[in-house]
């Protein structure tokens, strides 16, 4: 008899994370989908319920930031008699501009949900881990993980955290048989960029002033990242994650999206000279 597969999600009540409850969900497993505000499952059980998996789904609250709650859920998890398989680090959000713009406070912010709290979250269930000799935990990084990009650079800085103490994290568990992997996927639609999204106060500001220094910058990039081409299906990301799980010896790093595959591959070919040019010019900062 085929044991029953169960996954924790974080960040599950929209985009990506949402996505990979249900995707995982009608694969069969149980999903333990974590969320800081319950109020906002309304969504995840619509889909769940027309997908017809609301029955393997579990709800939890959770805020990333909170190490009681992080703690008192991990006590839980771990008290069953059903292991866990995965632990998916999904939830984040993004800080928008420039990085003059943006105070100590509020990339630390960034970094508090973004970095620390993916970090807390994977040591709070690694015991489990270990005593059971297995197990995948996957971050949901992003290409802004791998290179910057004008107006995110509190995001990139918080990913960039993640990859290295991701990296890091796989070398040290994988002779344990505990994989750890990194997914980034380039531009998809999600809300992320919309309700996830937020925008430094100076920022705010720059654009309601003609007189600040950066409001024709900002506008620009702005309206070059709203005007810009569709953005992918993010269910693809949802079932390239689900094949990680199923995969028995995982690779560190999965980039999704043809946006991420290109630019990772014009870094590796390209001159940094021309591949920084490139950047502005696709931002729209230099107009």
């Keep these: ?12 009540s929209s985009g990506i994370g949402l996505l990979t409850t249900v995707t995982l969900a009608r694969r ?4 333990l989908a974590t969320m800081r505000d319950l109020a906002r499952r309304e969504k995840l059980e619509a889909a769940a319920q027309a997908a017809g998996v609301l029955d393997r789904i579990e709800f939890h609250a959770l805020d990333v930031t ?15 008699p059903s292991p866990l398989h995965a632990l998916i680090n999904n939830a984040g959000f993004a800080m928008a501009g420039f990085a003059e713009d943006v105070s100590d406070a509020e990339l630390r912010l960034q970094f508090e949900t973004n970095f620390f ?29 791998r290179s910057g990009f004008p107006g995110v650079g509190s995001y990139s800085a918080s990913k960039f955290a993640l990859e290295g103490w991701s990296e890091t994290l796989r070398l040290e ?93 014009l870094r590796r070919l390209l001159p940094w000279s021309i591949f920084e040019r490139l950047l502005i010019k696709a931002s729209g900062i230099d107009a």
């Design 117 to 145: 709290g993916a970090a807390a979250v994977t040591r709070a269930f690694l015991p489990q881990f270990r005593r059971q000799g297995a197990g995948h935990i996957v971050m949901i990084s992003s290409l802004s993980g």
């Design 28 to 31: 069969g497993w149980r999903v």
């Design 1 to 12: 008899m085929t044991t029953e597969r169960t996954a924790l999600i974080t960040g599950a």
């Design 173 to 265: 568990l994988k002779p344990l048989g505990i994989h750890v992997v990194l997914v980034e996927p380039g531009s998809f639609e999600t809300d992320i960029w919309t309700r996830n999204a937020q925008i430094s106060t100076r920022t705010q500001d720059a654009l309601s002033d003609p007189q600040s220094p950066n409001a024709a910058r900002i506008a620009n990039w702005r309206s070059r990242i709203e005007t810009g081409e569709p953005r992918a299906n993010p269910q693809l990301v949802a079932d390239g994650i689900a094949a990680i799980l199923d995969h028995p010896h995982p690779k560190l790093r999965y980039v999704f999206g043809r946006d991420a595959k290109f630019a990772v591959l």
């Design 66 to 80: 909170n190490p009681g709650q992080i703690a008192a859920l991990a006590a839980t998890i771990a008290s069953r």
